[in-house]
């Protein structure tokens, strides 16, 4: 079965910078996490702190899940099982 995201909450993570969002393979939820680093080389913009990373998040939910979805597909996953997206994960 391939990865959905069924729960729409999102959260920060300002330590390791990251946007984290869930997503479900029907076994088991996985923690997703999009790097800020990420958000800010798509948006263009010099830096950017956790208000501006969970608007750029929202504005581009939609391509991140996909991105997700791909990498999840092509088996890269982190030590814990989750999926971490950097700026050459993004569609």
């Given at each position: 079965?391939?990865?959905?995201?069924?729960?729409?909450?999102?959260?920060?993570?300002?330590?390791?910078?990251?946007?984290?969002?869930?997503?479900?393979?029907?076994?088991?939820?996985?923690?997703c996490?999009?790097s800020?680093?990420?958000?800010?080389?798509r948006?263009?913009?010099?830096?950017?702190?956790?208000?501006?990373?969970l608007?750029?998040?929202?504005?581009?939910?939609?391509?991140?899940?996909?991105?997700?979805?791909?990498?999840?597909?092509?088996?890269?996953?982190?030590?814990?099982?989750?999926?971490?997206?950097?700026?050459?994960?993004?569609?």
């Open positions: 079965m391939g990865l959905s995201f069924p729960r729409f909450d999102r959260g920060v993570d300002e330590g390791l910078r990251t946007v984290n969002f869930v997503g479900s393979d029907a076994k088991q939820e996985l923690l996490r999009v800020w680093e990420a958000l800010r080389q948006a263009c913009l010099p830096d950017v702190d956790a208000q501006r990373a608007e750029l998040f929202d504005q581009r939910r939609l391509l991140i899940e996909l991105s997700a979805i791909r990498k999840y597909s092509s088996g890269h996953r982190e030590a814990d099982g989750g999926i971490l997206l950097g700026p050459d994960d993004l569609i």
